[in-house]
């Protein structure tokens, strides 16, 4: 409830009128505001993926990372054998993770921004 009414100035608080505390439905509304946050929100990333040369650059920023290079490194060092084919896919689920993050800092933002 304290993100929903942090960001949400109007979110309304359904209160006993006994004892003053929130009732069930405050915590449900709650619930429901954020599973539709959190779908609105995969689609502005589903939106921003679309964008090939915005998904190739931030690749490009997150292959750089020191780790990353060292993995790429370690990959190509062992390729064609099985275990530089699996740092391979390491490296893309990492750099695919890094992408993830750096869009949804990118939407944040822009939330922020006037």
Sequence with gaps: YEVA???????PAVRSERTGAFKEDTYLMSDAWAAARCAQRSALVADLKSDSRL????RR?????????????AA???HPRKAGRDLEEVLANRTDRLVEQRLHRLLE???RSP
Excluded: M, T, Y
């Design 5 to 11: 009414a942090l960001r949400v100035a109007d979110f």
């Design 55 to 58: 998904l190739e650059e931030l």
């Design 61 to 73: 920023d997150a292959r750089k990372a020191p780790q990353l290079r060292k993995l790429g490194e």
């Design 76 to 78: 190509a060092e062992l």
């Design 109 to 111: 933002e822009e939330e």
